[in-house]
């Protein structure tokens, strides 16, 4: 049983940072791709960033520059630290796994390829 557990949301002023966690068990987590995705209200889920098993990082163009994704292998984590943030940066943020390949590029449908979801933590931008 393959359990995401993500943690480390909450709300910021424009500018500021926030650094997200996400426990991963019950499958081989070193061999897979873990990404962060993101869904606001009334708009389609969307890629962040992603990390594969050599720590090979991926980033969303929105997010270049702000976004650093991480993974410590030894204790199953990922983590993904936003600084910079801005009102857009709202919404629920989701931790998710692929058994192979990260994505190099984020598309519309590169969510529905991640069979292993968490159960998302609310980030909100605001001041």
């Known amino acids: 049983h393959v359990q995401l557990v993500e943690s480390g949301g909450g709300s910021v002023q424009p500018g500021g940072s926030l650094r997200l966690s996400c426990d991963a068990s019950?499958?081989?987590?070193?061999?897979?791709?873990m990404g962060w995705f993101r869904q606001a209200p009334g708009k389609e889920r969307e890629g962040v960033a992603a990390?594969?098993?050599?720590?090979?990082?991926s980033y969303a163009d929105s997010v270049k520059g702000r976004f650093t994704v991480s993974r410590d292998n030894a204790n199953n984590t990922v983590n993904l630290m936003m600084n910079s943030l801005k009102p857009e940066d709202t919404a629920m943020y989701y931790c998710?796994?692929?058994?192979?390949?990260?994505?190099?590029?984020?598309?519309?449908?590169?969510?529905?390829?991640?069979?292993?979801w968490g159960q998302g933590t609310q980030v909100t931008v605001s001041s």
């Open positions: 998710a796994a692929h058994p192979r390949v990260c994505p190099k590029v984020f598309t519309p449908s590169t969510h529905g390829r991640f069979p292993y």
């Open positions: 019950g499958y081989t987590y070193s061999s897979n791709c």
């Open positions: 990390i594969d098993s050599d720590g090979i990082a």
